[in-house]
Each structure stands twice: as C-alpha cells, then as structure tokens.
C-alpha cells in the first residue's frame, strides 16, 4: 500500500513545481505543452463567417471615425482660415490708414511754406487738419480694435465648441452608461 501511495504522490509531485520568489515558497502546476494542442483547431464555416463579419464591422467603424475626423478637421481647417483672411484684412486697413496719415503729414508742410497772407489761413487749416488727422486716428484704431473683439469672439466660440465637444467624447464613454456593471465587474476581480 505504501507503495501505490508513494507512486500516486510522486506523479501527482511531478505535475507541480516548487517557485521561491524572495523567500515566498509556493507550488505552480507544471505546463505541459501537448503536441496536439499546438495546433489551431480546424476552421469551421460559421466561425470564418463570424471572423469575416467581426473583420467588416471593425473595417466599417474605423471608416466611420476616420471620416468624422476629417470632417472635424476641415472644419477647424476652414475656421482658421477664416480667422487668418480676417486678421490679413485688418493688417491691410492698418497699413493703408498709417499711408494716408503719411500723405497727410507731407502736405501739411506746403501749407506752412505759402505767403504770409495765406499764413493765417494756413494756421487755421494746419490746425483743421491736425484735428482731422488725430479723428482719423481714432476711427482707425476703434476699427482695429471691434475687428479684434469680433476676432477674439470668434475665436473664444470655438475654444468653447472644442472643449464641449472633449467633454462629451468624456460622457459617451461606455463606463458612464452602466455605472453598476463596471462596479460589478471591477469586484469580480
């Protein structure tokens, strides 16, 4: 009878192995790799079905996210540029009212260099004109400074669209549909 015993924990002490990991001393069942098993089994019709189905559906999805994507980017694309003609046209405005007071200051000198006679006149003119520069000056720069509002309007309307959008991309992730099977399946752990 000992014999049989010793024979049963001897095979039964060959399917396990001793691991000692820094001191910790278990047993770890033995893996045997069993010719047979190495090979895939046989493919059936219904499963290559199903691969091939699982293969489409991933091929569709993936279409579908990349297509969104580019949508979201050429529409960004299109608001930049938008942004950018805006920012070109106020640039242009800028540069022809700084040519116009330029043109303004080169006169004004000629009006000064006119007879004495004019010379009253042309202290009123000069003064006229001063006033008029300096209006210029102000609707010129109330003008640059509304086309920087409506641009950092536009631009804080789509910091506000793009954080709402992140934001939801947040909400629709699958945890937040069923609180409770995430719960479940994190204790079943």
């Known amino acids: 009878m000992d014999s049989a015993t010793a024979a049963t924990t001897t095979s039964h002490d060959d399917d396990w192995e001793l691991r ?7 047993k770890l069942k033995k893996r045997r790799i069993d010719p047979s098993e190495s090979q895939p089994p046989p493919s059936t019709d219904a499963g290559a079905a199903a691969e091939e189905y699982a293969g489409a559906r991933r091929r569709e999805r993936k279409k579908r996210t990349l297509l ?4 979201k980017y050429e529409s ?3 608001q930049w540029d938008n942004l950018s003609n805006r920012l070109r046209a106020m640039q242009d405005r800028a540069a ?3 040519r116009e007071r330029e043109r303004e200051q080169e006169q004004t000198p000629e009006v000064a260099s006119s007879s004495s ?11 006229g004109t001063v006033l008029d520069e300096l209006l210029s ?12 509002s409506n641009l950092c309007d536009v631009a804080e309307a789509m910091c506000n669209k793009q954080e709402e959008q992140f934001k939801q991309s947040l909400f629709n992730l699958p945890v937040w549909a069923s609180p409770r099977e995430l719960m479940k399946f994190l204790c079943d752990d």
Request: charged residues 30%.
């Open 20 to 26: 000692n990991d820094d001191g910790f001393v278990y």
């Open 68 to 71: 969104k994507l580019k949508a």
């Open 76 to 78: 960004e694309i299109r």
């Open 96 to 98: 022809q009212l700084q």
């Open 117 to 127: 006679s004019e010379m009253v006149t042309a202290v009123d003119s000069v003064g």
């Open 137 to 148: 000056q102000v609707e010129a720069q109330e003008a640059i400074i509304h086309d920087f």
